[in-house]
C-alpha cells in the first residue's frame, strides 16, 4: 500500500489534535507527587544539557581573576540566602521541601566537576526552564555572576567550617540580637569596613546617600543580584536605620592621602580634553552641599573601578543623580579609572587581614 503526503498529513493533524484534546480535557497529570516518566526525566535532563553546552559558547570569556579568593567570598552571603535553601551547602542537607520538587534541586556541591566554567555562567545567568532554577536577577550584572561561578568552583573542597566563615563571618546563622543588621554584616561587617577588600566599605559613608542606594535597590533602579535579593521586604525605617548606622562608623573620610600624581591630578583638575570634571568637585570636602554625592576617599579600589566600568557600560544606576556619573565614566579611559581608583583607596586605613581563602585564613 502506498503512503502519500496527504496520508501523511493527516496523520500528523491527528496527533496534533489529539495531544491539544489530551492537554485540554485536563487528564494529563501535573502533579509533582507523581514524579516524571523514565523517559520524560532522562529526555528533559539530556535537552538541559545539550543546551548549556550549546549556549555556554557565546557566555563571555571568563574574568582572568575568576578564582580570586574575594570573588568566592562576595558570593558565599548570597548562596547562602538564596540558594542553600534548594540546594543545601556544607552546613547542610536539602531541606525536604526541596527534596519533594520535580525534578528535585541538584546537590551544587558537585556542580564545578560536572560543568565548565562557561556551563556555570550560562546555567546561573539565565536559570532553567521549567524548573525552580531562576535567571539572575539583574541581567547586566556579568560580574556578579562570575563572583557566583568562582564560588561553585570552590565549593567542593570547601569544609563546613570553611564555608561557614565565608557565608557568615564573625556573624552566626542563629544571630537575634538585630537580623536584619546582622545580614549586612556577613558581608560588610557591622562596623562598616567590608570583608578583605570584596565589599565596598558603608562606614562613614553619607547617611542620604545610603538611603538612596538602599532605595534604589529595593525599587530595581540600581541592579545586584546580591543586593536586591538582600532589600527585598525591607521597608522604608529598617532601610532608614541600616543607613543611619553605617554612616556613623568609622570608615569613609573627605580627604584623600597623598598618592599617585596621575589618580591625583584627575581627581583634582579632572581630564579637560576628554570633558571629564574634576571629581573632587563633588566627591571632595565641598561636596557636602549635595548629601547624596558618595564619599570616596578610602574606599576599596576594587570596587570603585567595578562601579566606574558598570556607569561606563550604563548598567550601574542608584541616586537620581546617576546619569551624570554615566556620561563621565564613558569618557574616563581604562588607565584613568585605575589610577583614581589607588587614588582614593589610598586614604584606606590598613587591613587587619589579606584576602580570604577558601578555608578562612588570609591564603
Known amino acids: 500500500m502506498r503512503i502519500g503526503w496527504r496520508h501523511l498529513l493527516f496523520a500528523v493533524l491527528g496527533l496534533l489534535a489529539a495531544a491539544v484534546l489530551v492537554a485540554w ?40 581573576d575568576l578564582d580570586d579568593p574575594r570573588n568566592v567570598l562576595q558570593a558565599a552571603g548570597h548562596y547562602e540566602s538564596g540558594c542553600a535553601w534548594c540546594h543545601g551547602s556544607p552546613l547542610r542537607p536539602p531541606p525536604a521541601a526541596s ?21 556555570l555562567f550560562r546555567i546561573v545567568r539565565h536559570g532553567i ?25 570552590a565549593l567542593p573542597e570547601m569544609t563546613p567550617a570553611n564555608y561557614g566563615d565565608l557565608a557568615f563571618g564573625t556573624e552566626t ?54 543586593m536586591e535579593l538582600a532589600v527585598d521586604g525591607v521597608g522604608e525605617d529598617e532601610l532608614a ?27 583634582a583638575l579632572g581630564l579637560p580634553e576628554a570633558g571629564v570634571p574634576a571629581c573632587e568637585s563633588c566627591h571632595g570636602a565641598v561636596a557636602g552641599r549635595n ?20 556607569m561606563k557600560q550604563g548598567e550601574r544606576g542608584g541616586t537620581p543623580y546617576a546619569h551624570i556619573m554615566h556620561a563621565i565614566a564613558k569618557r574616563l579611559p581604562d588607565d584613568a579609572i585605575e589610577a583614581l581608583a589607588a587614588y582614593y583607596a589610598s586614604a584606606a586605613a590598613p587591613s587587619a587581614a589579606g584576602p580570604v581563602g577558601i578555608d578562612g585564613s588570609g591564603r
Open 99 to 119: 527534596r519533594h520538587m520535580t525534578p528535585p534541586p541538584p546537590a551544587i556541591i558537585n556542580s564545578a566537576r560536572q560543568w565548565e566554567p562557561r556551563e
Open 241 to 267: 536605620r541600616l543607613a543611619r548606622h553605617y554612616a556613623q562608623q568609622k570608615g569613609l573620610g573627605e580627604t584623600p592621602a597623598e598618592a599617585s600624581p596621575p589618580g591625583a591630578r584627575i581627581a
Open 129 to 153: 526552564k521549567y524548573t525552580a532554577m531562576p535567571a539572575w536577577i539583574a541581567p547586566g550584572r556579568d560580574d556578579e555572576v562570575w563572583a557566583m561561578v568562582a564560588f561553585l568552583r
Open 173 to 226: 546563622a542563629a544571630a537575634t540580637d538585630d537580623r536584619l543588621l546582622s545580614a549586612c554584616a556577613r558581608c560588610h561587617g557591622r562596623d562598616g569596613r567590608g570583608r578583605n577588600s570584596a565589599f565596598p566599605i558603608l562606614g562613614g559613608q553619607r547617611e542620604a546617600y545610603l538611603v538612596e542606594t538602599l532605595r534604589a535597590f529595593a525599587t530595581h533602579r540600581r541592579r545586584s543580584g546580591i
Open 25 to 64: 480535557s485536563g487528564v494529563f497529570n501535573v502533579a509533582a507527587s507523581s514524579g516524571h516518566w523514565r523517559i520524560t526525566e532522562w529526555a528533559l535532563h539530556a535537552v538541559m544539557q545539550n543546551s548549556v553546552h550549546t549556549y555556554a559558547h557565546l557566555a563571555p570569556d571568563p574574568p582572568a
Open 291 to 310: 548629601p547624596t554625592y558618595p564619599r570616596l576617599a578610602g574606599q576599596e579600589a576594587r570596587y570603585i573601578a567595578a562601579q566606574l566600568r558598570l
